[in-house]
Structures are given as C-alpha cells and as structure tokens.
C-alpha cells in the first residue's frame, strides 16, 4: 500500500516534536520495514520535501494570517479557524499532486489542527482519522477558557472526526470520551512501542552519571501535571538528601502566566538546588536520562497513550502515573509502577514514597516485571493491527477509479 499521513507535527533530531510528532515518525518507519511506502504531508513554515529514511516527507507552509483582519475585530475573532482551513486547503493540493504521479491508497489524518479537513469526501482516498485528544477536555486541563475562535476549531474537529471514513483512538480512555460527550464510534488501536535506536551518552556522563534523580520529561504544563511536582516533592527531597529532580522539556506555562519551571522553583524553595532543567532533548540523547532515572513522574490529567511513558518502560523504568488518565491502561499498580490520583500532590508524594523505600532486590523484581510487560506489548504487534484496520477500511469503501473530486464537489468551505 501506498499510505499517507497528514499532520501539523513530525519529530526529527533537530526539531525535537511533542508525542504526536514521534507517533508519526515512529509508526511511518515501521509502515515502511513492512513493505508499504509512506508519505508523510507535514504541515509546517515552509515548502520542500526530503526523504527520512524511506519514508517521502513533504511539507507545505502554514497559511499566514490576513494583515487586513487586525482591522475587522467581529472577523478577527474567529481568524486562527479560518486559517486552519486555508492551511488544510494547501496541504491538500500537496497530497493530490503526488497522488497524481503515485495513487495513495489510504490517508491517516491526526485530530490536532485537522490538516486533513480538505480531503474528507474526496471520493478517492479513504480518510481515516486518529484521535491524539479531545481538545475540549485537553484545554480545560490545560487551564485555559475557550475563545470564539476555539469554538469554531472544535467545530472543525469535530467534522473532520464525523466525516471520516473511519476512527481510532490509542486508549479506552479516549475512545470512551470522545463517545460520551460527542457519540462517537471509536476504534482502539494501541500505539506503538518505541524501537532500539542509537544512543548518546555524553549528556548523561556529564551531567547525571552518578547522581539519584526522578525524572520529569516532555510539554511541561499543567496537562502534565507539571504543577503538582513542586508541591509533592518537598519533604521527599529533604528526607532523601541525594535525590534531585531532572526536568527536560518544552515549557508551556502556567495558565497564571507564569514559566512552569518558575512554579517548580518557588515551590521547592532551597531545594530548587537540586532541581536540573533541560530544553528538549534528541531522542539519542534522553534515553540514557530516562535509563538512569530511579523514576519518571508523570501525573497526568489526561493523555492518549503516553509515547513518553512507552519509553521509559521500555527501559525498565518505572512510571508513577495517574488514574484515569490512560496511564491506568499501562501500568500495572505495584508490580510495572505506581498509580495515584489525578491533581493530588499528597497522593503523588506517597506514589514517590513508595518507590524509593523498594529495597534493591525488589527494584530488580519491578524491572523484570516491567520488561515482561513491555515483551507482551510488543507481541501484540501493533504495527500489524494498523495495517489490517487500513485493509478492513479499504475494503469497505467502495474505493474505484475516478479521479479525486474538486473542492467544490465535496462541499468543503472554500476560503482562498
């Protein structure tokens, strides 16, 4: 098969992506070991294409906003809508020129920014979406309120969503959201596990080797949980006084306004002296960190299927996650990690307390058990189950030989 993908998110070493980013990458490649081609249709600031690998990726510029709209305050608030439209609408003219010279057999579109809004009901090529969030739910966990311009977002999504041949979530969590407030019929097909890489240890040699830290890595926000660290942290580090804490990551903010990282110093106070934050890292470069951690904190108020927390199990870390979160779907309470209660730095404090005082026997038993789970995951073989949900969607579609409808013809909103 030749398959697609559109998104507003792609991970290369020098532009470091969130989790979205590494799904594509990470499930392109393992398209691409099977025998398919992949192209991948990046929404990003410029136009080119290069090749990864095997897999083809072209990228086609955003939509700039209109200079004019500064001056129409009624149009100007519902302006970033009309501009995820008008850069769906290019992204779209890049997929129908390379199906013109090499037919796509079937398009997976992300939820997040709809890139692939231009190509529902093209008549050709089937669509199937996957769904990363809920954006309403992921924002209110942000802390952020929903502006005009948002409500005509969700919109967008929400038809992007409806009008699919197809969609597929990662988790029950999310499929079961997006069921219950919008009546949606979700698929789950679980992400991926992430593959052996190369690794560089030269960060780590310099900076960690030798020292007992929890780690703390990805978008740091308040979706993250990022907050509540500072809080549950205190007393763990004063009577653990080797123990640092290790941020790596993109800082988001507070929805104060304040830098994350501004909130963790406050809120360790003195201890911040133990407290080591770090840009996004390359992958080759965070795995020794997410190796020699003793922990890695995640105390999310929702998520998919954590790629990050994939990762660290991957390695043998334990993971100290949240209830209801989907983190609920991969870590097993006690035995491959820990699970506390959502916005509860009390509970995550005793999550942490009851990783540190296992003793070095039960820590290896944890790490066994850890690694078994992963080797299960693995055998599911995840990569294969994507490929036969694209055959059973191909096959239902009625797909034939006319070739791709105009814009017009499908009713998509035209905005130049």
Same mark, same amino acid.
């Given at each position: 098969m030749h398959i697609a993908f559109m998104t507003p998110e792609y991970y290369t070493p020098e532009r470091p992506t969130g989790g979205l980013g590494v799904y594509v990458r990470k499930t392109a490649m393992a398209l691409t070991v099977r025998g398919h081609r992949v192209s991948v249709f990046l929404q990003d600031h410029s136009r080119r294409d290069w090749l990864d690998g095997a897999v083809h990726v072209y990228t086609e510029a955003r939509a700039r906003p209109w200079p004019w709209l500064r001056h129409h305050p009624w149009l100007g608030a519902v302006a970033p809508g009309i501009r995820q439209v008008r850069s769906a609408r290019r992204l779209a003219v890049c997929v129908r020129q390379v199906h013109a010279r090499d037919p796509i057999d079937i398009i997976q579109v992300s939820n997040f920014m709809t890139p692939g809004l231009a190509m529902l009901g093209n008549g050709r090529i089937p669509v199937i979406c996957r769904a990363s969030s809920y954006t309403p739910l992921w924002r209110a966990a942000f802390g952020n309120v929903r502006s005009p311009a948002q409500y005509l977002c969700d919109g967008l999504e929400l038809r992007q969503f409806t009008q699919a041949q197809a969609i597929f979530a990662p988790s029950q969590f999310l499929a079961g959201i997006l069921n219950r407030f919008e009546?949606?019929?979700? +698929?789950? &097909? #679980? /992400? %991926?596990? %992430?593959? +052996?890489? %190369?690794?560089? /240890?030269?960060?780590?040699?310099? /900076?960690?080797?030798?020292? #007992?830290?929890?780690?703390?890595?990805? !978008?740091l926000s308040r979706l993250k949980g990022t907050d509540l660290i500072g809080a549950a942290l205190p007393s763990i580090m004063e009577r653990h006084g080797s123990l640092w804490l290790v941020v790596i990551g993109e800082d988001h903010g507070s929805p104060d306004g304040r830098k994350m990282l501004d909130v963790l110093r406050q809120d360790l106070g003195r201890l911040a002296a133990r407290l080591l934050c770090h840009a996004p890292l390359p992958h080759e470069v965070l795995m020794p960190v997410i190796a020699g951690a003793e922990g890695v904190l995640m105390p999310y108020r929702a998520d998919n299927c954590s790629n990050a927390c994939l990762e660290a199990m991957a390695q043998g870390v334990p993971v100290?996650? /949240?209830?209801? !979160? !989907?983190?609920?779907?991969? &870590?097993?309470?006690?035995?491959?990690?820990?699970?506390? #209660?959502?916005s509860d730095p009390v509970s995550l404090a005793q999550g942490v307390e009851r990783l540190l005082f296992r003793t070095p026997e039960q820590r290896n038993m944890m790490r066994q058990e850890i690694l078994k789970g992963v080797d299960a995951m693995r055998s599911e073989d995840r990569v294969g189950q994507l490929i036969q949900y694209y055959a059973r969607v191909l096959g239902r579609s009625g797909v034939n030989k006319r070739p791709l409808e105009s814009e017009a013809s499908v009713g998509i909103l035209h905005i130049p």
């Open positions: 009546g949606l019929a979700v +698929d789950v &097909i #679980r /992400t %991926p596990l %992430p593959e +052996d890489g %190369p690794v560089e /240890t030269e960060f780590f040699e310099k /900076t960690l080797k030798g020292k #007992r830290y929890l780690l703390h890595f990805g !978008s100290i996650g /949240t209830l209801h !979160s !989907s983190l609920n779907e991969i &870590i097993a309470d006690g035995k491959t990690g820990f699970l506390v #209660r959502q």
